[in-house]
């Protein structure tokens, strides 16, 4: 897992520890210290810790004029034991959200597993963003992840979406790709 890193190629566009505006601002990353574990596997320096123990994520942009954010996330999302989303929602999706931030796009393919709880959080995002036509997605979560998911019925304030490309798009493109899935999904 340590040689997972988070995707780099937009960090000349745009750099979390950089964005006053960012709950990561003036966070300093060692490449060579591996200190963060997930089912006590060392990830990658990277990746930002928000308060959960198995769940760790990276703010990969943020456009504050198109309301948008992508974050990419690595570990087990975990609402029974830690409650994640409510540590996510405090730590990093609030702070964002009193910036104009209503749309998430929340890169998913690296979360190993799901275990949920109540649906509380979510639904109280979506109402939260639903004013500024805001919205949730998940890219590409894993089969088994998407099963704990849907079963858990978190499909009802968070799209998932497959977008195996991803990663060849700029940011603005990429946010155009999923607002159009989402709107089409929604029509």
Known sequence: MHEIEPFYNWLHLYNAEEDESSPFYGIAHSEFEFSNTVYNY???????????????LKVLFVDYDLEFAIMEFIGEWNDTIENDIMTLKREVVEPMQERGISKFILITENVLNFHSSDTEYYMEWTEEIADNSGWIAAVNMPEATTFDFLRSHIDRYVSLIDAPNWRTYRPTDFFNFIDNKIFRSKS
Do not use: D, M, R
Request: aromatic letters at 26%; proline letters at 7%; a neutral charge.
């Open 42 to 56: 060392y990830i990658h320096p990277q990746w930002e810790a928000f308060g959960s123990k198995t769940l760790y």
